[in-house]
């Protein structure tokens, strides 16, 4: 049975279309696992976007007109090998979808998958609903600010009176502010534990603007580390290639050459 986990935020463009594509890209790249990020933002969706994904064919719109099947909607992410379901970026191509059959279909995936992950749209109205309602479980992003961690707050009192098993909080984009909340003080705040802090990286917008997850790109950047350890965190398991001490980096470095590390 695979798990179904929400990326959910009260506040939107916190990082949680960044946090799914990294996500999905290192538990299948690195992982082995069978993955499915499926971008349940249909009205502002990224996930293609980031992935480098578009244009396709068979958008998750489609798949909830009725007109194309899920499998027929399941793209392959080459350089990963995770798989995804996107939304259209055609702004009419939301007229008509019925959002009542998307955890029907959700669920259609579940033998195609060890872990579907799904990109939530940001908030507690209709469409960040969908996602709440489509998962078993869910990872809250934050900014390390109050306006964010208020609006988790929210989202957080929501899932737990659906019901849903609510991994943790993951504290992203830490030290870009002076005046940044500490992960202690979130936890007393949200009440649920911080699994995993994300630091500012500048290799993340590099990494969108060449459309390839920062994992894939630079596995060793201060971001790919969080994400990694994310996994770890919620995999339960290390991953393939180790995590590399100082010893191995230098040695890598004296054995590849300056060069490569300036890529
Ligand atoms: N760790 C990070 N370091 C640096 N920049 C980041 C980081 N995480 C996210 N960003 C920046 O924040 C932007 C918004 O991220 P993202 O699109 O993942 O947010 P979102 O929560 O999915 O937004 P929305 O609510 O609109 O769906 C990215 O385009 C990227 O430039
Ligand atoms: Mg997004």
Redesign the pocket.
């Known amino acids: 049975m695979s798990r179904i986990i929400g990326i959910v935020?009260g506040k939107?463009?916190?990082?949680?279309?960044?946090?799914t594509a990294n996500l999905g890209a290192a538990m299948s790249r690195y992982f082995d696992k069978r993955v499915i990020a499926v971008d349940t933002?249909l009205t502002?969706p990224?996930l293609g976007i980031?992935l480098g994904m578009y244009p396709f064919d068979v958008s998750l719109n489609d798949v909830l007109k009725s007109s194309k099947t899920i499998e027929e909607a399941l793209y392959e992410h080459n350089s990963s090998g995770m798989k995804a379901v996107l939304s259209s970026l055609i702004l009419g191509d939301i007229a008509g979808v019925r959002v009542d059959t998307i955890r029907k279909n959700i669920e259609e995936l579940t033998e195609y998958a060890d872990i579907i992950l799904l990109?939530s749209?940001?908030g507690l109205g209709k469409e960040g609903l969908i996602t709440l309602k489509s998962c078993n479980e869910l990872i809250i992003?934050v900014n390390p600010n109050i306006p964010s961690v208020t609006d988790a707050f929210k989202l957080i009192k929501l899932a737990k009176q659906m019901g849903k098993n609510i991994i943790g909080i993951v504290v992203?984009?830490v030290g870009?502010s002076k005046y940044e909340l500490k992960p202690k003080e979130i936890e007393k705040i949200a009440q649920i534990p911080v699994i995993a802090t994300?630091?500012?990286?500048?290799n993340?917008?590099k990494s969108?603007a060449k459309k390839s997850p920062v994992v894939l790109m630079n596995n060793n950047s201060p971001?790919s580390k969080?994400f990694l350890t994310l996994c770890e965190e919620i995999l339960g398991e290390g991953y393939y290639p180790p995590k590399q001490d100082i010893f191995s980096r230098l040695l890598e470095f004296f054995r590849n050459g300056f060069w490569k590390f300036r890529r």
């Open positions: 935020s939107g463009g916190v990082g949680k279309t960044v946090t933002n502002t990224h980031q990109d749209a940001p992003i992203n984009r870009e994300i630091p500012e990286d500048k993340v917008p969108i971001a969080g």
